[in-house]
Every structure is written in C-alpha cells, then in structure tokens.
C-alpha cells in the first residue's frame, strides 16, 4: 500500500506560477514510476507528467515546455513546476503511483488559473 499526500495547489492568474508537491509513504526507488494527471470538470483523468524509475520522463503535449516534473529520491517526493499557466490548466491535480502494476493515487489539489 502506497499513500501519497498532495500540496501546493491554488488560485494565480494567467501567466504565472505553481509548484506542487507529492509525498510517497514508500521509497521512490520501489515504483515503478510516479507522476501527475488533472481532471477538468466534465471531462476525463488526463496524464500531465510522469517519471519513471529510470528516469524516463513524459509529458503532455499541452504542457512541454511549460511544466517540469522533477523527484527528490531522499524526500520520496515529486514535484511539478507549472509556469506560463493558462486557464485551460484549471483542475484537480492528482498524484498517481504505479507500484507492480498497481494504481495508487492521492487526495487531489486544486489548480485554478484566472484569466
């Protein structure tokens, strides 16, 4: 069993700038990969950034350039720094673990992006 516990959420204006938080009760190095999805009202989960245990990185493409997921491997935390935010970001932000094929997701934080 994983927990995970976000942070960092809130209100900013278009343009600017988020960083948010996701801790993991277990070592970062015992996933198989860790990242973010959002959900927009009315519409589906959606895979903003993940990392994997090699490293890999994905992103979508609504966001590359813009948003950088890092890890701390001490921490077993992930970060995603969000800039140049645009209302279409607004969301539930969702931390996401995947440990031997297993989903594993956190509370949910909320993004809002004024225009």
């Known amino acids: 069993q994983v927990q995970l516990v976000e942070s960092g959420g809130g209100l900013v204006q278009a343009g600017g700038s988020l960083r948010i938080s996701c801790g993991a009760s277990?070592?970062?190095?015992?996933?198989?990969?860790m990242g973010w999805y959002r959900q927009a009202p009315g519409k589906q989960r959606e895979l903003v950034a993940d990392?994997?245990?090699?490293?890999?990185?994905n992103y979508a493409d609504s966001v590359k350039g813009r948003f950088t997921i890092s890890r701390n491997n001490a921490k077993n935390t992930v970060y995603l720094q969000m800039n140049s935010l645009k209302p279409e970001d607004t969301a539930v932000y969702y931390c996401?673990?995947?440990?031997?094929?297993?989903?594993?997701w956190g509370q949910g934080t909320q993004v809002t992006v004024s225009s």
């Open positions: 996401n673990a995947v440990a031997f094929t297993r989903n594993y």
């Open positions: 277990a070592s970062i190095f015992s996933l198989d990969a």
């Open positions: 990392i994997r245990r090699g490293g890999n990185i």
